[in-house]
């Protein structure tokens, strides 16, 4: 299943609502997770079955979607949010990413 | 607090052989499945490998099938993948990352990661 991220880049300022999009080649159910991602770290799980919240997100970060079309928002963004974001599905073996979208200021 | 630390990685000629090594402390070890996770030098993430909480079952991406394994001893708290053969395409940063659920309840997502280990296949 190939995941498509859109857009490749979001420019955005502290404060803004940010929207992130991931949109599947097949349905997944809603079998997928976000993860963030900062320079020299590893990811880090921010929603798993399209809207459930890991352990420690901030409750400015939601997850919605089901089927293809998925939705990760970030209500207010802080500076430490500016990452580069994945999505993840589960449903088909392989496991696959989407090929990421870049937050920057 | 759940920890996991990569090791093993290197500069290999294609062709060779590496074994890449996940020490973990902070949960139990035996009750996760675990998963390898790659990413090449300025690209995206790549799911690599998976393996139950009880190594009874591995899945693979079609691109290691038959060139690396994924194995684990529960009573090291230990996880490895064995990689024979190594391409050029393999060079990347290797996580090993700790799946969401606990034993039949596997998520197949990654709640908890190594800080990686690199892996450059050159001549």
């Known amino acids: 299943i190939v995941l498509t991220q859109s857009p490749a880049t979001l420019s955005l300022s502290p404060g803004e609502r940010a929207t992130l999009f991931c949109r599947a080649s097949?349905?997944?159910?809603?079998?997928l997770a976000w993860y963030q991602q900062k320079p020299g770290q590893a990811p880090r799980l921010l929603i798993f079955?399209?809207?459930s919240k890991a352990t420690g997100i901030p409750v400015r970060f939601s997850g919605s979607g089901s089927g293809t079309d998925f939705t990760l928002t970030i209500s207010s963004l802080e500076p430490e949010d500016f990452a580069v974001y994945y999505c993840q599905q589960r449903s088909n073996w392989p496991i696959t990413f989407g090929q990421g979208t870049r937050l920057e200021i | 607090q759940v920890h996991l630390v990569e090791s093993g990685g290197g500069v290999v000629q294609p062709g060779r052989s590496l074994r890449l090594s996940c020490a973990v402390s902070?949960?139990?070890?035996?009750?996760?499945?675990m998963h390898w996770v790659r990413q090449a030098p300025g690209k995206g993430l790549e799911w690599v490998a998976t393996i139950s909480f009880d190594g009874s079952n591995e899945y693979y991406v079609d691109s290691v099938k038959g060139r690396i394994t994924i194995s684990r001893d529960n009573s090291k708290n230990t996880l490895y993948l064995q990689m024979n053969t190594l391409r050029v395409e393999d060079t990347a940063i290797y996580y090993c990352?700790?799946?969401?659920?606990?034993?039949?309840?596997?998520?197949?997502?990654?709640?908890?990661w190594g800080q990686g280990t690199l892996v450059t296949v050159s001549s």
């Open positions: 990352a700790k799946d969401v659920g606990v034993q039949a309840w596997s998520y197949k997502y990654f709640d908890s």
């Open positions: 902070g949960f139990t070890f035996s009750s996760y499945d």
């Open positions: 097949q349905s997944v159910s809603r079998f």
């Open positions: 079955d399209a809207s």
